[in-house]
């Protein structure tokens, strides 16, 4: 989808007055769909999901690119706090052990209630990052009813580059270091050649997905916009 198709739909969003919001991790690959928004509408607001668990390189490039491109940011965090989340048996925090719980907790639970109260979640997923995500359509819905859209859906990562380069953006630094795919520290490790780049996610777990792109979509949405 090109920017003046994404341009279209927030347009048309705006003019049906639905609450839109964006989400976004803040990895390299994040900051082409925050760079676009930001020159569509600098208002709209953009929520990070701070667990808590995230490497400190990337807290500072996000503040850094909000600064920059003058993006109107709100932190969502736990309502549990991490004392509290430790398997019982063995007193070990939940990543150790249960991992989807961890990221339920982290992720998923503190989002539900802006879902609850918004229309419309513009997140950045791409299809060629995971065949959960090439089965996904430009607008889905989450089980309460808010619309998600996917502006980038159709983008490689080839054109992410291209756009980061073309426009001079800066990069998440733990990228030179060898992290392709980036997301809470203790669940996080470098690329390892020859492998998908998603690889460093939950390395050696049979979990490929935190839960944001699985249990908050409505699978039987047909809707499908291109």
Known sequence: ???????????????EDKRIFATSSFQTQSVVLLHILSRID???????????????????????IVEKFGLNLFDVKPFVPKLLQNDRTSGNLLF????????YLNKIQPL?????????WINGIRADQSTTRKEMKTEELTPNGTLRFH??????????????????????????????????EPCTIKFFANEDSRSGR??????TECGLHTDLVKKKYTRNVT
């Open 112 to 120: 539900e209630p802006v879902l609850e109260r918004m229309d419309v």
């Open 202 to 207: 939950w390395h050696g777990m049979s979990k």
């Open 96 to 103: 150790t052990s249960d991992p989807d719980y961890c990221c």
């Open 151 to 184: 502006p980038m859906l159709d983008w490689t990562n080839k054109m992410i580059y291209q756009y980061i380069n073309k426009h001079s953006l800066p990069k998440n630094p733990l990228e030179k270091k060898g992290y392709l795919s980036i997301g809470c």
């Open 42 to 64: 600098k208002n709209i607001p953009i929520y990070f999901i701070n667990t808590g668990y995230h490497f400190p390189d990337t807290i500072r490039y996000r503040d850094y």
């Open 1 to 15: 989808m090109n920017i003046d198709l994404i341009k279209e739909y927030i347009n048309r969003y705006k003019k």
